[in-house]
């Protein structure tokens, strides 16, 4: 048994395009891995699933304090599922709560950081969740803002754009690797590529451009369109929309670009995000 490796975003970030590119890469399939069977290679840590089999049944009767408090042993049984490590996607930030920690310390070996410009983050996030840019901004800069409990996920806590950013740089640096967005669109080779060494995988050339090319946007958009994606969102048409960088530019009003700036400065400068 290995750990957790988690991956870590604050949503639309490029989560589920890392997913696909790790399972096509770790595999190393004649094609392409599709977006429906990446929930068996990479786990999600707020599905209900493993809290259930932690609480021995219903989660029904339990108040959300209690539901937390199985958070450990969930992230246990999820460890416990593989002779190696196991990734485990998620959007929560790196806090606690009723004490309990949303990452298990005992249970983690690492994590890979996926960041994204919240200018662009938040055209996504309009259309994800059916808000108007307005709504998906308020969403953004809100301290408390979490997605609610539903049928198949456990409540999910992101806070703004930037508290989860600098949550998440509070992991020990020695087990963390950062990534950006935009450079896993314009540097796919290096990006990915850096992120294999991460992992302390065995890194070939061919078997990198493969499973980039099969985890492309563009075949991903493809097997939605054909399929569906069952973790699309019913608010929305597509959950492979666009997969570009800098639609701001054109999107948002320069109010809209202020509040942004304004709410998330220091982390947008950190990360090369200031408007130019």
Do not use: C
């Not at 929560?92 to 949303?102: C, D, I, L």
């Not at 294999?196 to 939605?224: D, Y």
């Amino acid at each position: 048994m290995g750990g957790i490796i988690w991956l870590a975003s604050y949503p639309k970030s490029g989560n589920t395009w890392m997913r696909s590119f790790l399972h096509n890469f770790i595999l190393n399939k004649p094609e392409s891995v599709h977006i429906n069977e990446l929930a068996q290679f990479t786990y999600g840590d707020s599905q209900k699933y493993w809290y259930e089999r932690a609480a021995g049944g219903s989660l029904t009767d339990l108040t959300p304090e209690q539901l937390m408090r199985l958070t450990p042993k969930a992230q246990r049984l999820m460890t416990s599922s593989r002779r190696d490590s196991v990734f485990v996607k998620t959007h929560n930030k790196m806090v606690a709560n009723w004490g309990v920690p949303f990452i298990t310390a005992e249970e983690t070996v690492g994590a890979i950081f996926m960041v994204r410009n919240p200018l662009d983050v938040v055209i996504s996030l309009a259309h994800h969740f059916g808000y108007s840019l307005d709504e998906a901004i308020d969403f953004m800069n809100n301290p408390k803002a979490e997605t609610p409990e539903d049928e198949h996920k456990i409540p999910q806590v992101y806070g703004t754009w930037s508290d989860h950013a600098a949550s998440w740089e509070k992991f020990n640096p020695v087990h963390l690797h950062t990534v950006r967005y935009e450079d896993m669109l314009l540097k796919p080779a290096k990006t990915f590529g850096s992120v294999g060494k991460f992992l302390k995988l065995p890194i070939k050339k061919n078997r990198l451009i493969k499973a980039i090319k099969q985890s492309s946007f563009k075949v991903l958009q493809a097997q939605e369109k054909r399929d569906g994606f069952v973790e699309g969102s019913d608010k929305s048409q597509s959950f492979f929309r666009s997969g570009k960088a800098g639609q701001w530019k054109s999107a948002l009003n320069d109010k809209q670009v202020t509040r942004i700036v304004d709410a998330h400065y220091d982390q947008m400068k950190k990360h090369g995000y200031l408007p130019k």
